[in-house]
């Protein structure tokens, strides 16, 4: 059956608390209650359907929660100030001391660095493993393991996880698929492919503007009101709560995910196919040559493409280096760290996002110096910008004189 995340959203009606187009912006901190008995009973728990204190909830926090579940396809979803907001309460609301995690080992830099550094503290520990291969992901669950996280398609590597696979893998140990899947809104749908908790960083292609950042966690009705229990709730009690005018800023911006998500998808695989077909080692999982290629191909929701991350390898730091500089001076993008922008944004994920990983780590997963991360901007005539693009690389001789095509 077809599946698609944008008419979920339009089906969704809400209006201003004056028949407005848009809801109302909730601009309070705290919420009055008619009993004072209905008080007690919120602090007892019983916080459904209740506002209390916008840290718990607010009704514009609701509103962009509700969105996001209804794309996600889970029962409902709490936004947090941060993507790495979202990420932490979760692990914390799932872990505590002498548990243990299974993560994929190319995951978001702040997510490793989460794991590998801040956790130990707390006496969580963390194995991290090529979550492409499904047989090294089991054997590296323990009777301690609390879940199996991994991104959709991995940052900066594009790695494709084959969540039915991994589901499975979970089920079987009663654990958790926890999956970020910032990379790939509306392409991939983690939810009917067997994950549990999905997490996404509005930050990028949900927000789509750069200029705010903000998270999600899309999941069961029990496990979101467990984050926001008042006695235990990590997302509740560690505090990263999404301010309400922000929520109602990134539910306006939403409203055109899904164009944008299509036509950062044609134009990635447009510059793709044409780099590939010019001999460079460009990696999108769009390409039949991407390993992961046919998994993505079962995941996505056809009409949303691959999504808009695309690699490719200039050679060494120098030359990407010198490429970025000279693209950003010609106006084809910002040097620039985060995704999801209008603008092309791109930057060297070894010396910049993910340097939190230690180098040998970085070359044990493949990736190299030379490598540029490429977040595809929404230009409208994209053979133009590819034609500047290769005019950059011969320059620079990245790409050889002699390719013409
Ligand atoms: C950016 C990013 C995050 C962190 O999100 P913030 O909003 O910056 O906290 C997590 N995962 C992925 C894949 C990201 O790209």
Do not use: H
């Given at each position: 059956m077809k599946f698609d995340p944008a008419s979920k959203i339009q089906d969704l009606q809400y209006f201003g608390e004056?028949?407005?187009v848009n809801p109302s912006i909730s601009d309070s901190s705290t919420y009055t209650f008619l009993s004072a008995k209905t008080m007690f009973d919120t602090f007892e728990g019983n916080t459904e359907g209740c506002y209390l204190y916008s840290r718990h909830s607010s009704p514009s926090n609701l509103y962009l929660g509700e969105a996001l579940a209804a794309m996600e396809a889970t029962e409902t979803a709490n936004v947090t100030a941060s993507g790495m907001g979202a990420i932490t309460a979760v692990i914390l609301q799932l872990c505590g001391a002498g548990d243990h995690i299974v993560s994929g080992r190319t995951v978001y830099g702040g997510t490793y660095a989460f794991m590998k550094n801040f956790l130990p503290k707390l006496k969580v520990t963390t194995s991290f493993i090529d979550i492409t291969k499904p047989e090294v992901v089991e054997a590296a669950i323990t009777p301690h393991t609390k879940m199996i996280y991994c991104e959709a398609?991995?940052?900066?590597?594009?790695e494709v996880a084959d969540l039915e696979a991994l589901s499975a893998i979970a089920r079987k140990h009663n654990i958790p698929l926890v999956v970020d899947n910032t990379f790939t809104p509306m392409n991939i749908t983690p939810k009917n492919h067997g994950a549990d908790i999905v997490i996404h960083s509005l930050t990028k292609f949900i927000n789509g503007s750069s200029d705010t950042v903000g998270g999600v966690v899309c999941g069961t009705k029990d496990f979101c009101l467990s984050l926001k229990d008042v006695n235990d709730g990590a997302a509740m009690l560690l505090g990263s709560t999404m301010d309400s005018l922000r929520a109602a800023s990134v539910l306006k911006n939403m409203r055109t995910l899904h164009i944008r998500m299509k036509k950062h998808s044609e134009n990635a695989l447009y510059l793709a196919q044409k780099f590939e077909a010019d001999g460079l080692k460009v990696v999108y999982p769009g390409l039949p040559s991407h390993p992961g290629h046919e998994t993505m191909k079962r995941m996505i929701n056809a009409d949303y493409g691959f999504g808009g991350m695309m690699t490719l390898d200039a050679g060494s730091l120098e030359k990407a280096n010198a490429l970025m500089e000279m693209m950003q001076e010609r106006n084809l993008g910002y040097l620039a760290v985060s995704l999801g922008f209008y603008k092309t944004l791109f930057s060297a994920p070894g010396s910049s996002t993910s340097s939190e990983i230690p180098e040998e780590e970085q070359k044990a997963m493949g990736l190299s110096d030379g490598l540029i991360r490429f977040s595809i901007g929404l230009d409208e005539d994209i053979e133009r910008t590819y034609q500047s693009m290769k005019t950059c690389m011969k320059e620079l001789g990245i790409l050889s004189e002699a390719v013409t095509a």
């Open positions: 004056f028949g407005g398609v991995s940052n900066p590597l594009l």
